[in-house]
């Protein structure tokens, strides 16, 4: 198992980006930061994305109902019983965790277009319950309350770059998780069912049980990412944070960069939401979707000339090159 | 009860032009596997035309038929060479993503020529309801289902009856030993994604008689779709059209008991309801 020991060159390269990472920020506009910040948030989904989609061949096009229950459940928490939202963000968590296999379960033998599409199904039934909630404010949504910032109460006024080194400790984690699984027995499961459930079956994985694992710690993770979401934006409603396109966006933030590899999609995340971000900024303000368009044109594109993902790509280049 | 036989009727009406939408995208999805998460889109398109050639050449909906479907047709036949064919060889994530893409471009495109506002056509050839026994039946909707039937069947029959149909449904069910057959595959592809297209120009044009036509009509139209042709079961047309009826008759009489808010999520759950039962859909 050669390929799984991190060698001494990767973890080098590992650590000067990181450093990298750390002062990025110092040097960057608020802006810019904006677009770091936003771009680890997808890359982590994108990861978490990939522990089910790239792994376990599970294309979920219905992320967006995991980051929308993690949002909803901290600020429900925070805004209800005056919780911090740290503990709203492993709530939120385990919730959608349970709600991701209470759905997984009964899907567990579908594959292909059948998950997918029963993937959207369970995010728009979760998108208008939230709509017509009035517990948690309905379609007008809930905001949370000014409070004096601090690290416990998640919230910070002054500067971005506490939300910065957070969300990049979180991405931290999801990498961490994805690799583990990755180079873990399950990870190998995940694949053999990936291949073929009927062949894991005879090889005695219990294919339902691992797909239940994939889809709980997938939800898990993206669940972190909608909290970290709402206190940082401190505003949500179904139409920011449970619509369909959110969903597109975390597999292909997950395709672009390599679906199957563990860095993959930060990769992925790196090249595309800054090019989102940075469109929108420029040619979105006048609300005439021109930054839409090019958005699309950019998904074609992608499917047609880079499906199989960039960060592949790399690593072939960077193997034929020794 | 009268209330309920009325929603019965409005849900059957609904269902069959939902039966037209499911087939043209139930033969895509069967001969070459790819679901088109922009032909909600394509019917986007259909509305618009009948639309413009009502208002610019005054041409009716019922009329704007034909031209509808010759030109969805050319219109599925461009993008299968273009951009589909080159990303069937392709790894199955891609073939998922890119007609999301396509989706994106054509509905937001739509918004910056034509706004975003909602238009309707007002003042067609079929307009006013008739009235049997206090059922009030919208005569657009009455007249859009039957074209949907005949459209429907018409195609059936064309599948059934004529070489290039029978080569469609034999590549629909084994790819390899219908090219080892001499069938030319990528032509029976481009071919169906036209039919397809087409048939979603002519239900465009059908609902352009009574429905709001706007840029994004197409996002729940394709969802819904997909509902009705995964329940129907993998590429099968009886199964599309008779899920198509069902969807629409469970939307309307869930919106009707529940709320109309909770109609798409009803159908949502019946969709995975019916796959945790039947994974391969109801006639798969």
Redesign the interface.
């Known amino acids: 198992m050669g390929m799984h020991t991190i060698s001494g060159k990767k973890l080098a390269a590992g650590g000067a980006l990181l450093t990298l990472l750390i002062i990025l920020p110092l040097v960057s506009s608020s802006f810019g930061q904006h677009v770091m910040i936003i771009t680890f948030m997808f890359a982590m989904c994108g990861v978490a994305w990939n522990v089910m989609g790239g792994y376990a061949g599970m294309f979920s096009f219905g992320q967006v109902a995991f980051f929308g229950i993690g949002a909803y459940t901290s600020s429900f928490l925070v805004l209800t019983f005056h919780l911090s939202p740290w503990i709203g963000l492993v709530a939120g968590g385990v919730i959608s965790a349970l709600l991701a296999a209470a759905i997984g379960y009964p899907c567990s033998k579908l594959r292909g277009h059948y998950f997918a599409i029963a993937s959207i199904a369970f995010a728009e039934i979760v998108r208008i319950v939230f709509t017509n909630w009035d517990m948690v404010g309905a379609a007008e949504g809930l905001t949370l309350p000014m409070v004096k910032e601090s690290l416990t109460h998640f919230m910070f006024h002054s500067s971005k770059l506490p939300y910065y080194y957070i969300m990049l400790l979180f991405l931290l984690l999801a990498v961490a998780v994805c690799y583990w699984v990755s180079t873990s027995k399950m990870g190998y499961y995940f694949r053999a069912i990936k291949e073929s459930h009927e062949i894991a079956e005879v090889l005695g994985v219990n294919v339902v049980r691992y797909r239940l694992f994939a889809i709980m710690i997938s939800a898990f993770l993206t669940s972190m990412a909608g909290t970290f979401y709402a206190q940082y934006i401190l505003y949500i409603d179904p139409e920011s944070v449970m619509i369909m396109p959110i969903s597109v966006q975390i597999v292909l933030v997950a395709m672009l960069g390599g679906a199957n590899t563990v860095l993959g999609p930060v990769v992925g995340a790196a090249i595309l939401i800054p090019l989102s971000e940075y469109s929108r900024a420029w040619l979105g303000y006048k609300g005439t979707g021109v930054d839409m368009i090019l958005y699309g044109t950019l998904i074609t594109l992608i499917s047609m000339y880079q499906p199989a993902g960039v960060w592949g790509a790399i690593t072939n280049l960077m193997r034929r090159g020794k | 009860m009268e209330q309920l036989v009325q929603q019965l009727v409005n849900g059957v009406l609904i269902g069959l032009v939902y039966s037209l939408l499911a087939i043209g995208l139930t033969l895509v999805?069967g001969v070459m596997?790819v679901?088109n998460f922009a032909h909600g889109d394509f019917l986007m398109i259909g509305m618009f035309l009948s639309y413009w050639l009502y208002t610019l050449a005054g041409i009716d909906p019922l009329f704007s038929i034909p031209i509808n479907a010759v030109a969805l047709f050319l219109m599925g036949l461009f993008i299968y060479r273009f951009?589909i064919s080159?990303?069937m060889k392709?790894?199955?994530?891609?073939?998922?993503?890119?007609t999301?893409?396509?989706?994106?471009?054509?509905s937001?495109?739509a918004?910056?020529i034509w706004t975003p506002n909602f238009r309707s056509i007002d003042h067609t050839l079929l307009s006013g309801t008739w009235d049997i026994s206090g059922i009030k039946l919208s005569i657009p909707k009455f007249v859009s289902s039957i074209g949907s039937i005949l459209t429907s069947f018409g195609v059936f029959w064309f599948l059934k009856n004529t070489r290039t149909g029978k080569a469609i449904l034999a590549v629909e069910m084994d790819r390899e030993a219908a090219l080892i057959m001499g069938i030319n595959t990528e032509r029976i592809n481009s071919l169906s994604f036209a039919i397809g297209s087409a048939l979603v120009g002519v239900a465009g044009a059908l609902l352009a008689t009574y429905y709001y036509i706007y840029p994004f009509v197409g996002g729940t139209f394709g969802?819904v779709c997909?509902?009705i042709v995964?329940l129907g079961g993998f590429g099968s047309i009886e199964g599309a059209f008779i899920a198509g009826i069902l969807v629409g008759v469970v939307q309307t009489l869930g919106g009707y008991i529940f709320?109309p808010?909770?109609k798409?999520?009803i159908v949502?759950?019946m969709?995975?309801i019916t796959?945790?039962i039947r994974?391969q859909g109801l006639r798969g």
């Open positions: 999805w596997n679901l951009i080159k990303v392709g790894p199955g994530l891609a073939q998922l993503v890119v999301f893409g396509i989706s994106i471009f054509i937001n495109f918004a910056l969802l997909f509902c995964a709320a808010s909770y798409l999520a949502f759950a969709y995975l796959v945790w994974p």
